[in-house]
């Protein structure tokens, strides 16, 4: 059984960087062919799918952020680590992180494509 928790801070000012990490247990983020994604959802509002890193180290990210999200990863801890630039209030939201097996393209279903996920963890954009 494959398990994920987030962890980071659930406060961060306005203009700073977020950064988030998914501690993976039962499962190797290096072995097979997943996409271990970074997932958000703002109050209010649908899930977003913010970037991916593969089981060989391959980054994928979303448009929509304008370049300000990366994920690397610590194969030797079994982690992977969501940095977020820049953030605005506009951020603020529960992250999720989960593991895909397949590459997210507009309209897909995030739940049909990702079957484990952390339980989120809320994060405030707030001075």
């Known amino acids: 059984q494959v398990q994920l928790q987030e962890s980071g801070p659930g406060l961060v000012k306005p203009s700073q960087t977020l950064s988030l990490t998914c501690t993976v247990s039962?499962?190797?983020?290096?072995?097979?062919?997943?996409?271990w994604s970074w997932i958000r959802q703002p109050p209010g509002k649908g899930l977003e799918w913010m970037g991916a890193?593969?089981?060989?180290?391959?980054?994928y990210d979303n448009p929509s952020l304008k370049r300000r999200a990366s994920i690397s990863r610590d194969t030797s801890k079994n982690q992977f680590t969501l940095q977020l630039r820049s953030v605005t209030p506009e951020d603020t939201a529960v992250y999720y992180c989960?593991?895909?097996?397949?590459?997210?393209?507009?309209?897909?279903?995030?739940?049909?494509?990702?079957?484990?996920w952390g339980q989120g963890t809320q994060v405030t954009v707030s001075s």
């Open positions: 989960a593991r895909g097996d397949e590459l997210y393209y507009t309209g897909s279903d995030l739940n049909r494509t990702h079957d484990y």
């Open positions: 890193i593969t089981s060989s180290g391959s980054f």
């Open positions: 039962g499962g190797s983020i290096t072995s097979d062919y997943y996409y």
